[in-house]
């Protein structure tokens, strides 16, 4: 049974431009969330996604983000115009129901040159 | 306050000794707790989730206590393998999880 994938697993942007970051939840698992890990910081919830719904999106900055499930194919957090700031880790994690423990993917580091 | 509050050590001890992490949680990070093992910023793999009666997996006990909001982890007969930072988690009524800050431990020779 795969984990949790993620890619790309490094991604680098210029400032300005978009960033898409995937992740393909672990088989039987419908409950996706992504969380970000600043530099030196501990990991911060941004979006609880199910197919097709968004549950929670408190932890989401309110300009330049979004993220959706759909119903065929990954989870996709969306960066629109990065900036230096956006350099971080993304870790995406699922679990087959939304009170379950949670399993990570290996995360996409994002670097905004 | 902070939802999950941790002291972020670092913890160093001795290969052999025991070691013991607690964790403190705010009202909207109780209804499941978890603990997580991070290496050198790779995603957090899960070690435990934290049960009311608590719960024991080999050198591993975790322990929850709600009157005091506070969750521990203890670990016994310390490896160097051990050596990491391990991050405690409560859950939210959506069940996104709150992470504290995490503590280093590391296990010397």
């Known amino acids: 049974n795969a984990g949790v994938m993620q890619n790309p697993r490094h991604l680098v942007r210029r400032r300005g431009q978009e960033a898409r970051l995937r992740c393909s939840p672990m088989?039987?698992?419908?409950?996706v969330y992504w969380y970000r890990q600043l530099p030196e910081e501990g990991l911060k919830f941004m979006v609880y996604?199910?197919?097709?719904?968004?549950?929670?999106e408190s932890g989401m900055p309110k300009e330049r983000f979004s993220a959706e499930f759909p119903k065929e194919g990954p989870s996709i957090l969306r960066i629109q115009q990065v900036v230096r700031g956006d350099s971080a880790a993304y870790f995406c994690?699922?679990?087959?129901?939304?009170?379950?423990?949670?399993?990570f993917g290996p995360g996409t580091r994002l670097t905004v040159l | 306050r902070k939802e999950v509050e941790q002291d972020p050590g670092p913890f160093n001890v001795p290969e052999g000794a025991t070691v013991a992490f607690n964790c403190t949680y705010s009202?909207?990070?109780?209804?499941?707790f978890f603990w997580y093992r991070q290496d050198c910023r790779k995603e957090p793999k899960l070690l435990m989730s934290?049960?009311?009666s608590g719960n024991e997996d080999g050198r591993f006990t975790a322990q929850l206590n709600r009157a005091s909001q506070y969750i521990s982890l203890l670990i016994r007969d310390s490896k160097l393998s051990d050596s990491a930072t391990y991050l405690c988690?409560?859950?939210?009524?959506?069940?996104?999880?709150?992470f504290g800050q995490g503590t280093t431990l590391q296990v010397k020779p």
């Open positions: 988690a409560g859950s939210s009524n959506t069940g996104k999880l709150i």
């Open positions: 934290v049960y009311s």
């Open positions: 996604l199910q197919k097709e719904n968004i549950i929670d």
């Open positions: 009202n909207s990070a109780s209804q499941s």
């Open positions: 994690a699922s679990s087959p129901t939304g009170q379950y423990e949670q399993f």
């Open positions: 088989k039987g698992h419908s409950h």
